[in-house]
């Protein structure tokens, strides 16, 4: 037997596939400013330096009053400058001797000292004050996102936008450390402006609007190229958040074997340099438009500020104004024009944020409306009986149910086993009874009471779920049994639970038992075989003594041993509570009161084992197959 290099052999296999387009349609897909005029653009700054003012007052009362104080006195000081410089200077420029000059001006020089002095002090208070709120405005956004993903209803996550529009709205959390400061530094710059203004207009009328030519044209283009930069940003929503799941998903060492041994290192290093080259075109594409918008207002500008120097110029050659007057005004002309030119750029930046804060904010609107709002109805402490009456749940994008008018009830102290082939609809049958997805038709009633009428956290109070596809939390072991939530202040009731699925021993193997860190790759913990992991997300179930159990392939990943510790915890305790059981093991359902077989959405069969053993259908063929292989 020959081995041969396997390279020659595929030179006539095709390429790798490029990563897929994402388009993506509805009114979450189009950009909200793509239709937008240049006066509504700027007509937001107001709004977004409102918005930024009663967000600071919010987080730091004292902090917000310091910064407003500071921009004042910022304001004064500059005026105070530029006015007892221009009496400084209508006494350096006369007649006399230079010893007399000096003494004369002194104490108009002694104010502009002061003045100036006051401003760098204001200044510094300004970026203590601005330290003081941006953490906290950005916790609390960070905090404002999280929690409105955690509480939206469970089939939001299928709906047309959501991940992209909060993806966008991750980009907003990020911008929103800059909010205060760009809001500090456009304020600071429009006082500053107001007072240089007052003393140039009292120089000479015509040198204000002059001024104002001059920078105007950098207004414009700034705000122009934050719109292109947006606009870039918005194409590459959907590519940058396909690109940083596969990030995670192939730099994390969970998946490390997999992609090792099934040769995929090539291929994700092409895909990914693939979607990052197809985000960096779109990037450069927007280049030349930023270049085009710079040259032609920053030509016009120079333009009208050549204008300005020249009519200051021609005022003070033809005597329209004395000598010291135009010395004055080469000072506030400067002093003018650098606030000005602070104005645009700060407020453009501030413009530019506020396209981000708009995503956040819109994000956080969609979330709060599809947060639950089903009612106020409580639950009993002790449920007796579910009830689901023709119940249907179609997925979002989906032509056909995932459960198909399913009637069913659950019985206390019954274990139920639901089984059926893959997409059959028992996850969301499961789900539909804990009141994670609510019923697009038809009831499910706990003891009565409609789930979509009952306050969901009375509900899911009372129910523990095992989870198909379990999350191993970068806790403590004590806090993956417990879920932050203790029953007791000892750990009694916890090893108890560890005990119940066979865990005492593994447990106590880790480096600091209970207090160990089940996250190896990132803090230095420990880590769980597959097993484990779902022996103790079993464990955090049966911690919870709820009226409902719902375990959904709970022992996929166990060895037999663990997998009959288990059973027998179920049966032991079934008593105490209604227990669902889905599996493919079907040689587990022996341990069921009650079978139900889904296929398609709907409930074909239903009975003990041996009933269904006899019935000669699906479930019988199922078994038969399972024994053959």
Known sequence: MTVTDTSAAQAGTPPPPPPATITFEGKHGKNPLAEASFGALCRRLPGVLGHTARRAWEV??????????????????????????????????????????????????????TAAGAGRVGSALSSYADGRITPLLTTEADIALVSAVCRVEASAYGEDGFADRQEAAEVGVTRTRMMVQDAQRFLAALVRMIAAAGVVTALHW???????????????????????????????????????????????????????????????????????????????????????????????????????????????TTERVALPVAATAVVAVQTTLAALSQFVVHGAAMFHTSLYLADMRTFLDMAAERAPARGELTIPERVEEIRLDEVVHRYPGKAEPAVAGVSLTLRRGEILAVVGENGSGKSTLAKLITGILLADKGRVLWDGVDLAEADPDAVWKRTALVPQNFACWPLRARENVTLGQPRTYDDGAVWEAIDAVGMREAVEKLPRQLDTLLAKE???????????????????????????????????????RGEHQIFLEIRRIASERMTVVVTHQLENTRLADRIVVMSEGRVIEEGSYEELMGGGGLFAELVALAKDR
Do not use: K
Request: with cysteine.
């Open 522 to 560: 990132l803090w230095g913990g420990a880590e769980l075989s597959g097993g484990q992991w779902q022996r103790l997300v079993c464990a955090r179930a049966l911690y919870r003594r709820t009226p409902l159990l719902i375990l959904d392939e709970p022992t996929s990943q166990m060895d037999p």
């Open 60 to 113: 730091d009362r004292t902090g917000a009053a310091l910064l407003l104080l500071c921009q004042l006195l910022t304001g004064v000081a500059a005026a105070v400058v530029l006015a007892f410089t221009a009496r400084a200077m209508t006494h350096l420029l006369s007649a006399g001797p230079v010893a007399e000059r000096l003494h004369e001006s002194l104490p108009a020089l002694i104010v502009v000292t």
């Open 206 to 316: 015509s040198m204000l609007p002059l001024l104002l030519l001059a920078v105007l044209p950098a207004g414009v283009g700034a705000v122009l190229s934050a719109r292109v930069d947006y606009e870039t940003h918005y194409l590459n929503v959907g590519d940058r958040n396909v690109r940083s799941m596969m990030r995670w998903w192939a730099t994390y060492s969970r998946y490390g074997d997999e992609v090792r041994a099934n040769g995929m290192t090539g291929y994700l290093v092409h895909w990914y340099r693939a979607l990052s080259d197809r985000i960096d075109r779109r990037t450069l594409t927007a280049a030349p438009r930023m270049l085009r918008i710079v040259l032609a207002t920053s030509a016009l500008g120079g333009l009208f500020l050549l204008g300005t120097w020249t009519t200051l110029a021609w005022l003070a």
